[in-house]
């Protein structure tokens, strides 16, 4: 579906209206979208199609995955989320998992944003190199 300019504008200036201090207010959110259902402005399907596309770009920007091969100890963890928030602010989602297949080191990732220190990049760079 192409989405017109005036569209554009219209769901990007509804989605500042659900921002809080920075982030965005999932409540705001729900009541954006019952509002715009109920009023039904012209092109009102391209409007809720572009601010849901906005909602979750800024949701994958505010989430971030931390993959270690082996479970991380409390300390660990709470040293790399406080860095994480140091740099992307406060209000990140981060959630740890386990990936054997990295072999050692840790991978972040942070919307498109990935820090890859594990073991398993370093063997393919090197193996790349040759």
């Known amino acids: 579906m192409k989405i017109s300019k005036q569209a554009k ?14 982030l965005l207010d999932e409540n705001r959110v729900r009541q954006v979208v019952q509002q715009v259902i109920a009023r039904k402005p012209r092109g009102y399907l ?9 909602v979750k770009l800024d949701i994958e920007q505010r989430t971030a995955r931390v993959e270690s091969p082996v479970p991380l100890p409390g300390d660990l963890q ?26 050692g080191g840790l991978r972040v990732k942070v919307g498109c944003d990935v820090y890859d220190g594990s073991v398993r990049a370093r063997l393919n760079a090197l193996a790349e190199s040759f």
């Open 9 to 22: 504008r219209d769901a990007k200036q509804l989605f500042r209206s659900c921002r809080a201090d920075g």
């Open 46 to 54: 391209a409007i809720l199609s572009h601010f849901h596309r906005l």
């Open 78 to 103: 709470g040293g790399v989320t406080e860095r994480l928030n140091r740099i992307y602010g406060a209000g990140l989602s981060i959630a740890f998992a386990q990936n054997p297949a990295l072999i």
